[in-house]
């Protein structure tokens, strides 16, 4: 069936470092890649996403990067802040599905 | 209230009970969903109403069996589970358009379950 693989499943990256978190799918006809975060105790929040006719979008210190023929994408964020610790979920889906495949998570860790 | 709302947000019942989730969302959202969220499975998609259709996830147990009267409200009803049942239930909703794909889903507080 279809799968959404997320990696690494825990990232420590020093305050004020770069994070990278990539995510690879099996439908070659998903369109939609979304990125949520889910900060301690709270619910997921739609922080980015992006749609198969463009290859990056960036909002400030987080970017989000497609590559439609190897079936991946990738968060990025710049300049980590503490307030950036949280899990971070990638999805896919296709215009005919409502429903998200999701990755598995990735727990980000900022340190001091 | 504003966004999606869940009650209650933490409810414990022993494997003999019934009981209800409750989830309200005042976004004038057309598409709701149910999540289960463990430490096993972070994010699984139990169930899908949208444009008043019920989706499926086969793998659900009967045990867990959802009501959704209208486009606003949602339910969950719980009879005879398990203890592997213990886990954070989410609700979110989103607004759909035939053919037009997948928008931002919109989560809720969650309720913690506990099921001894």
């Known amino acids: 069936g279809e799968n959404v693989e997320q990696h690494p499943s825990t990232l420590s990256v020093q305050e004020g470092d770069s994070a990278v978190i990539k995510c690879t799918y099996s439908?070659?006809?998903?369109?939609?890649f979304p990125w949520y975060k889910q900060e301690l105790g709270k619910r997921p929040q739609l922080i980015i996403d992006?749609?198969?006719n463009v290859g990056e979008k960036k909002d400030q210190r987080i970017a989000v990067t497609l590559n439609k023929t190897a079936k991946h994408f990738s968060l990025h964020i710049t300049e980590t802040q503490p307030e950036d610790s949280a899990v971070y979920f990638c999805?896919?889906?296709?215009?005919?599905?409502?429903?998200?495949?999701w990755g598995a998570g990735t727990k980000l860790i900022i340190k001091p | 209230e504003t966004g999606v709302t869940q009650t209650p947000r933490h409810l414990v019942m022993g494997m003999t009970n019934k009981k209800s989730l409750k989830c309200e969302q005042h976004?004038?959202?057309?598409?709701m969903y149910w999540y289960k969220q463990s430490a096993k499975k972070p994010l699984e998609l139990m169930f899908v109403?949208?444009?008043?259709?019920?989706?499926e996830n086969n793998s659900v147990p009967s045990r867990f069996s959802p009501e959704c009267p209208n486009s606003s409200h949602l339910f969950l009803h719980l009879h005879t589970l398990q203890p592997e049942d213990s886990a954070l239930y989410l609700c979110?909703?989103?607004?759909?358009?035939?053919?037009?794909?997948?928008?931002?889903?919109?989560f809720g507080p969650g309720t913690r379950l506990t099921v001894t």
């Open positions: 999805a896919a889906s296709r215009d005919s599905n409502y429903q998200l495949i």
């Open positions: 439908d070659s006809a998903s369109n939609y």
């Open positions: 992006i749609r198969s």
């Open positions: 976004l004038g959202h057309n598409a």
């Open positions: 109403y949208s444009l008043e259709e019920r989706v």
């Open positions: 979110a909703s989103s607004q759909e358009i035939s053919g037009q794909g997948v928008y931002e889903q919109y």
